[in-house]
């Protein structure tokens, strides 16, 4: 099935933290996790988020206090959150969320990398999408 690993852990339980905004995942195997909702924007599984292929990652800013304003179930094997920012359309296997949770402490310093990296502010304002095509007059 798409989203689990064969013997992996599931959840037992999705309590959604508005005030804190988080989301506690609770499963199986005893683990339980509190995954903040700027992280899992950040790291959304979305094409949107990812790209198409290693390298096209878009970094994401302004997300520190995004908030989850509905989570979907998909099949028995995931969610789909809708966040506060409009974002919708990735979807979070139990596995992902599994590692979010359990490698939060790496993420996080590899999101403060990507930042400095870049030279972006994780408050600033994302940018426009860039659009495709071009604007120059050629020839």
């Given at each position: 099935?798409?989203?689990l690993?064969?013997?992996?852990?599931?959840?037992?339980?999705?309590?959604v933290?508005?005030?804190?905004?988080v989301?506690?995942?609770?499963?199986?195997?005893?683990?339980?996790?509190?995954?903040?909702?700027?992280?899992?924007?950040?790291?959304?599984?979305?094409?949107?988020?990812?790209g198409?292929?290693?390298?096209?990652?878009?970094l994401q800013?302004?997300?520190?206090?995004?908030t989850?304003?509905h989570?979907?179930?998909?099949?028995?094997?995931?969610?789909?959150?809708?966040?506060?920012?409009?974002?919708?359309?990735?979807?979070?296997?139990?596995?992902?969320l599994?590692?979010?949770g359990?490698?939060?402490?790496?993420?996080?310093?590899?999101?403060?990398?990507?930042?400095a990296?870049?030279?972006?502010d994780?408050d600033a304002?994302?940018?426009?999408?860039?659009?495709?095509?071009?604007?120059?007059?050629?020839?």
């Amino acid at each position: 099935m798409a989203g689990l690993k064969s013997g992996a852990p599931t959840p037992e339980a999705l309590t959604v933290h508005e005030t804190s905004r988080v989301l506690e995942v609770a499963f199986s195997d005893g683990a339980r996790f509190r995954i903040p909702f700027e992280l899992m924007r950040v790291y959304s599984p979305s094409a949107e988020v990812q790209g198409h292929g290693p390298g096209q990652e878009v970094l994401q800013t302004g997300k520190r206090d995004v908030t989850l304003v509905h989570l979907e179930p998909v099949g028995n094997y995931a969610v789909q959150p809708t966040f506060s920012d409009g974002h919708d359309s990735g979807i979070f296997s139990w596995d992902y969320l599994y590692e979010l949770g359990q490698q939060q402490e790496a993420l996080w310093a590899r999101y403060a990398e990507r930042l400095a990296a870049a030279g972006a502010d994780r408050d600033a304002p994302m940018p426009p999408p860039a659009r495709s095509g071009g604007h120059g007059g050629c020839g």
